[in-house]
């Protein structure tokens, strides 16, 4: 019995990775946004307020595409939805650097979220396949969320090493997707070899327009209710402060152009081991109280680093050794937020069957994306009317809000009666 437990993990270990590596090469590619914004301005001649649009490029297609995902994907099956998806923005990795402009830049955002929300609906619905119960669950999702977090500080550095400092109007920096591409036929191959037993994941409903109002019965749930409201403003202050870092530190710090986007790879970084410690602390403390510490640090630390970077002006010839503290202690605030996002998502999801997952992650990637482009367009629009600092400091607002939803969310869980499953007269 023993051996065959092991056998049975090991043979789960290349989708596992797969999935990790799907997870890190779409952060790299998703949260470049604030990158490419910096270079957009600097080398193709685009303004802030027509950068700010930028985002919506990505996460409006993923809102669309992820009605259709969630509903077409137990069907297609959550393997081959990957590798399709990863396919098309392959593609488009392969287009840029050939075809370098702004319209280029919008083009692969907007694949790369229709892309995405395939991608993220068939990552978390296989996670459910590859556990069994709701540690489990926890355990694997904050791990893929932490390397999704790896992926966009890696991404940070791999951009910012192809920026020429020397010349503002190089696009040099377009060769950086060849790398990427390179990196997706990689993990295809890696998918085209991976097993993955979908059969519990099947919908047993007559077709695509049945799953999608399977999904739809979803939302009037309280329990679901309050957790879309909290994930749309999560991903409205994690997305207004990804997106707009590295300007901000190139325009307000004024550090030089490849040191903002580094400077800004601290908050991804944080990001990922803020998740990667929820997994040891959640273990001595309940996740409500976990999570609204985490919220209260996240305020200090708007309200102690932001005055330190006013006045600054540190030139061209800024070093790390040179960089004023707010640029080290800003990002920090990824600690404290990183947690919120994965232990939602797995409270919610261990709370229903297996065959309801993709229909729920539909939802939840819809208003994730929704939350996305609304904190980048608000942040990027008062960064361009008034300035950066502000611009963070009207964050407060919806951190307070996020306080309010989490209290409603441990109140819903708490009372919440199991959800049963969506499908008709299924025999367990």
């Given at each position: 019995m023993q051996t065959t437990t092991h056998s049975s993990r090991f043979g789960d270990l290349p989708i596992k990775l797969a999935l990790l590596l799907?997870?890190?090469?779409?952060?790299?590619?998703?949260?470049?946004?604030?990158?490419?914004?910096?270079?957009?301005?600097?080398?193709?001649?685009?303004?802030?307020?027509?950068?700010?649009?930028?985002?919506?490029?990505?996460?409006?297609p993923v809102a669309i595409v992820s009605f259709f995902a969630a509903s077409m994907l137990p069907r297609l099956g959550?393997?081959?939805?990957?590798?399709?998806?990863?396919?098309?923005?392959?593609a488009m990795c392969v287009a840029a650097p050939l075809m370098p402009s702004f319209w280029t830049m919008k083009l692969l955002f907007a694949m790369a979220g229709a892309s995405f929300a395939i991608g993220k609906v068939a990552v978390y619905s296989t996670i459910g396949l590859l556990t069994k119960d709701q540690r489990g669950h926890g355990s694997l999702t904050t791990l893929i969320e932490a390397m999704f977090q790896i992926g966009v500080f890696a991404?940070?550095?791999?951009?910012?090493?192809?920026?020429?400092?020397?010349?503002?109007?190089?696009?040099?920096?377009?060769?950086?997707?060849?790398?990427?591409?390179?990196?997706?036929?990689?993990?295809?191959?890696?998918?085209?070899?991976?097993?993955?037993?979908?059969?519990?994941a099947q919908s047993h409903r007559d077709g695509p327009a049945q799953d999608f109002i399977a999904m739809l019965k979803l939302v009037p749930k309280r329990m679901v209710l309050v957790f879309i409201a909290s994930a749309f403003i999560y991903v409205l202050i994690e997305q207004g402060i990804s997106t707009w870092l590295p300007t901000f530190n190139n325009k307000v710090i004024h550090l030089p152009a490849a040191m903002s986007v580094q400077a800004a790879s601290i908050f991804f970084g944080s990001l990922a081991v803020g998740r990667l410690l929820a997994s040891a602390l959640l273990r001595r403390l309940g996740w409500y109280v976990l999570l609204n510490i985490g919220l209260a640090a996240m305020a200090a630390l708007v309200a102690?680093?932001?005055?330190?970077?006013?006045?600054?002006d540190m030139g061209p010839d800024a070093t790390w050794y040179s960089a004023p503290f707010a640029a080290f202690l800003f990002p920090l605030i990824g600690l404290f937020m990183g947690p919120i996002y994965p232990v939602m998502c797995s409270t919610l999801l261990s709370a229903l069957p297996k065959s309801d997952h993709a229909p729920m992650m539909g939802l939840i990637v819809v208003f994730s994306?929704?939350?996305?482009?609304?904190?980048?367009?608000?942040?990027?629009?008062?960064?361009?009317?008034?300035?950066?600092?502000?611009a963070f400091y009207l964050l407060l607002v919806p951190m307070a809000l996020l306080g309010l939803f989490l209290l409603m969310f441990r109140r819903s869980v708490g009372t919440a009666e199991p959800v049963p499953s969506l499908e008709p007269n299924l025999v367990h």
């Open positions: 799907v997870y890190m090469v779409f952060a790299i590619l998703l949260n470049s946004v604030g990158t490419v914004i910096q270079q957009s301005i600097n080398s193709l001649g685009a303004t802030a307020r027509s950068a700010a649009y930028l985002d919506s490029f990505k996460d409006l959550y393997r081959r939805g990957m590798m399709i998806a990863l396919s098309a923005i392959g991404g940070a550095w791999l951009f910012a090493a192809f920026i020429d400092n020397d010349d503002p109007h190089s696009l040099a920096w377009f060769h950086v997707y060849w790398i990427l591409a390179a990196i997706i036929a990689v993990i295809i191959l890696l998918l085209a070899v991976s097993s993955l037993d979908e059969s519990a102690i680093s932001l005055p330190l970077a006013e006045g600054l994306a929704l939350g996305g482009t609304t904190g980048s367009f608000l942040t990027g629009r008062i960064f361009a009317a008034f300035d950066g600092a502000l």
